[in-house]
């Protein structure tokens, strides 16, 4: 299971910090992500992080959004900066399906989500 914090309301420019709790796989051994939905829009990839650390984001979140993990706690970070309008959505944090291979910007490629946090960010 996982289970998503950290959303909230925001002023453009602003910085929110989201948290996902993991449980119930051995959660070191996946590649992890961050997705985003907008009201009426696909759910997106964010931004991910393979089991050995290397990162990758989506070119909207380039320099402004970071993902880390804590394999020790379970736990998995997106900090956003520079927070703009467009950034508006619900982030679902994601666990990979396979430990052999890893397609981080691809949803149907994650098979456990969080349930999301809304972030609201005003002009």
Same mark, same amino acid.
């Given at each position: 299971?996982?289970?998503?914090?950290? $959303?909230?309301?925001? /002023? &453009?420019? *602003?910085?929110? @910090?989201?948290?996902? #709790? +993991?449980?119930? =796989?051995?959660?070191?051994? %996946?590649?992890? $992500?961050?997705?985003? /939905? &907008?009201? *009426?829009?696909? @759910?997106?990839?964010? #931004? +991910?992080?393979? =089991?050995?650390?290397?990162? %990758?984001?989506?070119?909207?979140?380039?320099?402004?959004?970071?993902?880390? @993990?804590?394999?020790?706690?379970?736990?998995?970070?997106?900090?956003?900066?520079?927070?703009?309008?467009?950034?508006?959505?619900?982030?679902?944090?994601?666990?990979?399906?396979?430990?052999?291979?890893?397609?981080?910007?691809?949803?149907?490629?994650?098979?456990?989500?969080?349930?999301?946090?809304?972030?609201?960010?005003?002009?």
């Amino acid at each position: 299971q996982l289970q998503a914090s950290g $959303g909230g309301l925001v /002023q &453009a420019g *602003g910085s929110l @910090r989201l948290s996902c #709790a +993991a449980s119930g =796989r051995t959660f070191s051994r %996946y590649g992890l $992500g961050w997705f985003r /939905q &907008a009201p *009426g829009k696909e @759910r997106e990839f964010a #931004a +991910a992080i393979t =089991r050995s650390g290397e990162t %990758y984001n989506a070119d909207s979140a380039k320099g402004r959004f970071t993902i880390s @993990r804590d394999n020790a706690k379970q736990m998995v970070y997106l900090q956003m900066n520079s927070l703009k309008p467009e950034d508006t959505a619900v982030y679902y944090c994601a666990v990979h399906r396979s430990i052999y291979y890893y397609t981080a910007d691809t949803a149907d490629e994650y098979d456990l989500w969080g349930q999301g946090t809304l972030v609201t960010v005003s002009s």
